[in-house]
Structures are given as structure tokens and as C-alpha cells.
């Protein structure tokens, strides 16, 4: 075997960004001078109190909302600035956080339907490939069932390699196992990290679970209570190959500690806002 596969491409580089939502002159800062970069093959988990603004954020890395300031880099790229149209491309694969299978269409069907619509694979090639990443994660079963027929969590890995089946650059997903119960979030936990060894590319991954932050990233970006901003950057520099048992080293208990601290003094900011806002 051969080491493990480095990504070529999906540096991003968000820079003094700002977003200002204006519906009908109530003005919400979402985001405000917010800068951090993410390296080609990185694994980056935004965490944050609800309603900071990572899904802005998101969204504006995918190219589907403007951005009010500074700019979002792609490989050198301009692809957000604020005076600047959007510019939503294949090399961004947005993963939502609720489920987006067509019902109606066997998994195999669903997985290919992007490359074959868009004429970026001939049928039988992209049949192949998708049969080759359901064998690798060992879902080989699966593919002529319909979604309705197999569980949440069987679910949420088609639509992820209905995703990845595309090779984009970058990968976006938006706290992705958030309805999945435990045993099923470590399934998925599994599943992700073993995609992540075989195929690299950037990822950007939102959650509230701390657990999930330190297990997966490779950089973990504490935001703050609205407006976002970055509180603070964990590089959390446990090895990969990577498993669930990653979660009995010392250094991975160290970092689920400074975690706590910062997310807890920015849970308690946002409560005291809320309750000030009840009063
Ligand atoms: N389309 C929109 N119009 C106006 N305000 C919005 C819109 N989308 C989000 N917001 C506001 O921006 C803030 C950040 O939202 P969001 O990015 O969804 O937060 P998060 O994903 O961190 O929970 C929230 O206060 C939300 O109400
Ligand atoms: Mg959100």
C-alpha cells in the first residue's frame, strides 16, 4: 500500500468577511470580519452557539448567498467577494443537513444521478464508480433499494457518496448527522474518516458535538455568539489513520477540555443575550 493521498487542490481562504442580512431594514450581522484559511486536504469543523452564523458562512463558501464584506479564495481564486457576483461551481458539494434523496430512485440511481445528468460520466462509468465506493464502505448491498426501504444512517452515507461521487475539491456539510442517534452518528463517524483516508480533499464540516469536532477535524474553528467571528483555531494534530479509538489518548481528552472552555464561555454569552432579549 501505498501512503495515504494527498489533495492537490481546495485551499480556501475566507478573509475579512463580513455578512449583513437587511430583510426589511432589520439589520442581523451574521458574520463579521471573519478570517481563517483551510489547507488543500484539510479537515475543518466549524462549532459555534446556534444562530452565530456558520450556515452563512456555508453558504457563502458554496456560492449560493452574497457576502456584505472581504472576500472568500478558492485555490487563489476569487469565488466571493462583495462587489462580486457568486460563483457556485462542481468544485464545491454541498451536503444539507437534512436528507435529499429522490425516494422514488434506488440508491445506485440516486448516487449517479448528478454525473449522469450533467454529462460528466456515461452511465455505465458512473455505475462503476459508484459500485466501487459502496464496496469500499462495504454498502454493496444496497444499491437497488429505495431509500424509504434502508435506515437514516444508510441514508445519510449514499447522500454523502452521492456527493463525493462528483470529486469535488471541496466538501460542505451542514451539521450532517445532527438527527442520528448515537450508535448511528458512530457509524457515520467511521464511514467519514475511512472516506477521508482513501479520498482526501478539503472539508468543511459544521457541528454542535464536540466529540464529533475533535474525532474528524483536523482544525477545529470556535466561532463566537452572533455576530461570528473566530474565537479561536484548534490544530488538533491526533494521527491519521484515525478511528473512535482516537477518543482514549491523552492528548484528545487535553483537547476536548480547551474545547469545553471556549464553547462554554461563548454558550453562556449567547444565553445571557437570549435571556436579555426575553426580559
Ligand atoms: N435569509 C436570512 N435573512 C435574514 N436573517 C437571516 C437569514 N439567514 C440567517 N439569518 C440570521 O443570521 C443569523 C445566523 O444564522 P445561521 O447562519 O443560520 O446560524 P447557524 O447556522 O450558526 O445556526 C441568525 O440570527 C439568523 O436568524
Ligand atoms: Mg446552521
Known sequence: MSGIPQAAKGDIS??????????????VTAIEQCSFDVAAGQFAVVVG???????TLLNAIAGFDTISAGEILLDGEVIASANKQIRPGSDRVVVFQNGALFPWRTMMEN???????????SRPEAE???????????????????????????????EILRALINQPT????????RALDAVAKSVMHEFVLELFDFSPRTMFFITHDLDEAI???DKVIVMTTRPARVKTVIEVGLPRPRS??????????????????????EALKAFQAGEREMA
Open 111 to 121: 448516487i449517479v444521478y448528478g454525473p449522469v445528468r450533467q454529462k460528466t460520466m
Open 170 to 177: 471541496v466538501m460542505l456539510l451542514d451539521e450532517p448527522f
Open 128 to 158: 462503476r464508480i459508484a459500485r466501487e465506493l459502496l464496496r469500499r464502505v462495504g454498502l454493496e448491498g444496497v444499491q437497488d433499494k429505495y431509500p424509504g426501504e434502508l435506515s437514516s444512517g444508510v441514508q445519510r452515507r449514499g
Open 244 to 265: 473512535a479509538n482516537v477518543t482514549g489518548a491523552a492528548r484528545y481528552r487535553e483537547l476536548k477540555q480547551s474545547l469545553l472552555e471556549v464553547v462554554h464561555e
Open 14 to 27: 475566507i478573509r475579512g468577511v463580513s455578512k449583513v442580512y437587511d430583510p426589511s431594514g432589520a439589520r
Open 49 to 55: 452557539p446556534s444562530g452565530c452564523g456558520k450556515t
Open 215 to 217: 474525532l474528524l477535524a
